[in-house]
């Protein structure tokens, strides 16, 4: 029987970490090995003495405590190094799970709940890094030394094997009892830790507005709600891995009297010498040891089983590098990694037949079929909902349509690596981000090597140079959080002066004068004007007064393209959409 979808995602999780890591992984494997070899030595030396003391003929005391003291000091040594090895590993694992997490994350589709990808980093990486790193050794040594105890057992005094294999059929059951319910139960627990995350992640992000509603006394009860559902699985799960270690720990004992007995048995038969019947005593705990820890071994295991899985929901194979197309996490990869003329696109956009919903039954654009000419700038305009800012999505790949194709100089996007597509734009959306650097990576955010010069000639042409010539260092003054405030047409100035820098063929405007005053829309909109000089620009706009420069104006409505020509041309049409649009901004009726 294959093992369950989450346990082949599990082991194929942990086996991308260790990969790399395989020479490593079986030197330590080897000193286990040699290890579990010398355990066994131990408990024989013990009946050599034991006989000799006993009268029987054997090795001398003298010798055999000799030899036990350097069987002893070689295992610990064995047992050192493959510590010392394996925790090597284990921190070359934790770096690289985390780095592909985050790479994962990166990537995720938009959308996705950012707390709970913050869940996923912290809590489900952690237990796949208990696995990995805290239990290899221990499972390779428990693991070998019950093998060898086995061994010797079946060849030495097949009864008392069979006395200890007695035990297997119950620690088999015990395990299949509890294994689907830990799982269950650590499954239940990520998801109510995902619900506490992204209410602590949502709720930090709008601080402002709890407090200026006076709502910290109800945010602070929701929150412990949440603690509080996510508690009491957490005991649930707690209890069934007290369980399962105490059932573990009784099977172990119970095992290890059976076998007492039955030596002590065979030595008042006289079938076995009283030295071997100490070797056995102390063999079988040797190999009920762990049997006693693995409910704690399998504990850990069941719940990383359920975190490997989670993870493996982000994508990708697990110690593989990226793929060469750099095709989206979340989008199927290209086969065919077509270049682009030149490496520079001339600017010509297509949507053909381009139909896309974020939900099954629920389409967002349908049947978008739209030309941009390479140096037109199209404003896209319509009622909130309709697609406008989705198509800006389409065209980075931030999706890929269900139906339709997208095309940039007649070479379908999906055929594109990403990082030659999105070299070709320069977005600047309504919410531009400025990240805690300098003025001047902030700007070279998206070509890194651009030297000075280059920054301060986008700064000049984003009209942001008088700012950093009041900045404390200038350019290397940190903005962002936690460091110089930036005004939010400031902000908006640092995104333009970012697309410059860039030197895009095609710019996207997302709505980026929105949310500014008048005097900073001036501002910014002088600084548009400079960046869309020359280039294709589509530019999402909900005021219509700033697309009235626009060469084409598209109104889309209800995910559909039902209108399309010059600003003055669709003004003039009472009866189009653009110039009702028009109208409700500016507040005159319209005829029925």
């Known amino acids: 029987m294959p093992p369950p979808a989450p346990a082949r995602s599990a082991a194929r999780v942990v086996g991308g970490l260790l990969r790399p890591h395989r020479r490593r992984v079986a030197l330590a494997a080897a000193l286990t090995a040699a290890g579990c070899l010398l355990t066994l030595a131990v408990p024989l030396l013990v009946q050599r003495a034991v006989d000799h003391a006993a009268g029987r003929p054997s090795m001398p005391v003298g010798v055999a405590a000799g030899l036990l003291a350097a069987a002893v000091l070689a295992q610990a040594g064995c047992g050192l190094a493959a510590t010392a090895v394996m925790g090597r590993v284990a921190a070359d694992v934790a770096c690289r799970l985390r780095r592909r997490v985050y790479e994962r994350l990166l990537r995720a589709e938009a959308g996705a709940a950012p707390g709970v990808m913050l869940s996923r980093l912290t809590d489900d990486v952690a237990c796949v890094q208990n696995l990995v790193s805290a239990q290899t050794v221990g499972v390779l040594t428990d693991l070998g030394t019950a093998a060898v105890v086995a061994g010797w057992l079946l060849w030495h005094s097949p009864p008392l094997f069979l006395v200890a294999a007695a035990a297997v059929p119950l620690a088999v059951a015990h395990y299949r009892w509890y294994a ?74 119970a095992g290890a009297a059976a ?13 076995l010498s009283p030295g071997e019947a100490v070797a056995a005593a102390a063999l079988t705990a040797l190999l009920f040891g762990p049997l006693a820890r693995l409910p ?19 994508g990708g194979q697990w110690g593989v590098g990226r793929g060469r197309t750099g095709t989206e996490e979340n989008c199927p990869p290209s086969t065919d990694h077509c270049p682009l003329p030149g490496g520079r696109a001339r600017g010509l956009i297509e949507f053909d037949g381009v139909g896309f919903g974020y939900d099954p039954g629920r389409p967002v654009l349908t049947d978008v079929r739209l030309r941009v000419e390479p140096g037109e700038r ?81 700064a000049r042409a984003a009209g ?65 004007a400079g960046l869309l000089r020359g280039r294709t620009a589509v530019v999402v706009a909900h005021r219509l007064a700033t697309v009235r420069d626009a060469d084409r104006v598209v109104v889309l409505d209800g995910g559909r393209v039902v209108q399309a020509g010059r600003p003055a041309d669709l003004a003039r049409d009472p009866a189009g959409p653009y110039h009702r649009l028009v109208a409700r901004e500016s507040g005159t009726p319209t005829a029925a």
Not at 259 to 271: D, E, K, T
Not at 296 to 314: F, K, P, W
Not at 469 to 492: D, M
């Open 464 to 528: 942001i140079d008088a700012l950093a010539a009041r900045l404390p260092r200038g350019y290397e003054t940190v903005v962002g959080e936690g460091g110089h405030p930036l005004s939010a047409g400031e902000r908006q100035q640092v995104a333009i002066a970012r697309a410059v820098c860039l030197d895009p063929p095609v710019v996207l405007l997302d709505e980026a004068t929105a949310s500014l005053d008048p005097a900073a829309e001036a501002g910014v909109q002088a600084a548009l």
């Open 296 to 314: 704690d071994v399998a504990g850990l295991y069941e719940q990383a089983v359920t975190s490997a899985g989670r993870l493996a929901e982000i």
């Open 259 to 271: 076998v007492f007995l039955a030596g002590v048995a065979g030595v008042m038969a006289g079938r």
């Open 378 to 458: 199209v404003a896209v305009v319509g009622p909130t909902g309709c697609g406008k800012s989705t198509l800006l999505g389409l065209l980075l790949r931030f999706h890929d349509p269900g139906r339709g194709e997208v095309r940039l100089d007649g070479v379908p996007v999906r055929s594109l690596a990403l990082a030659d597509l999105r070299r070709q734009f320069g977005l600047v959306p309504q919410d531009p981000v400025v990240f805690r650097a300098t003025l001047a990576d902030n700007i070279r955010y998206g070509c890194p090597d651009a030297g000075i010069d280059r920054v301060e000639a986008a």
């Open 180 to 253: 689907p319910r830990i799982r269950a139960g650590a499954a239940d627990v990520r998801d109510r830790l995902d619900a506490v995350f992204a209410e602590l992640k949502e709720k930090l992000d709008g601080a402002v507005a709890v407090k200026a509603h006076g709502r910290e006394a109800a945010e602070e009860a929701a929150f412990e709600a949440r603690l509080a559902d996510a508690h009491g699985p957490r005991v649930r799960l707690g209890r069934l891995a007290a369980g399962f270690a105490a059932g573990g720990q009784l099977l172990a004992g």
